[in-house]
């Protein structure tokens, strides 16, 4: 190989070298905002089940009547209908 080649060749795998060393930092910053926007999400929810959980305690609510709901209105086929309904019994079954 002439020594022009291989200086092209060496050039080429360092501009990949650093296209990859982009698409890694890009990835973790990406990765960063996911896990950021999950917490958020996860804090919502977590608040408004507190809400929720308060709210059951004097206005009752039926636990058949809520699941039946979920049936009308979730793919029953659909991921996430079982814990729907376990986040349902876990709001509304009596605690000890």
């Known amino acids: 190989m002439s020594e022009g080649l291989i200086e092209r060749v ?11 060393n982009r698409m890694y930092e890009q990835s973790l910053g990406n990765n960063e905002t996911f896990l ?3 917490d958020d999400v996860a804090a919502n929810v977590l608040a408004m089940q507190s ?3 308060a709210l059951v305690k004097t206005y009752p609510v039926d ?3 809520a699941k039946t709901w979920l ?3 979730m793919d ?3 991921e996430g209908t079982d814990k729907a309904e376990a986040v349902v019994e876990f709001l ?3 605690k000890a």
């Not at 060496?10 to 070298?17: A, D, I, P």
């Open 10 to 20: 060496q050039g080429l795998l360092q501009e990949v070298s650093a296209d990859v």
């Open 36 to 38: 950021s926007a999950l």
């Open 51 to 53: 809400i929720i959980a």
């Open 63 to 65: 636990m058949d009547e």
């Open 71 to 73: 049936k009308a209105n």
């Open 76 to 78: 029953p086929e659909g």
């Open 92 to 94: 509304l079954a009596p």
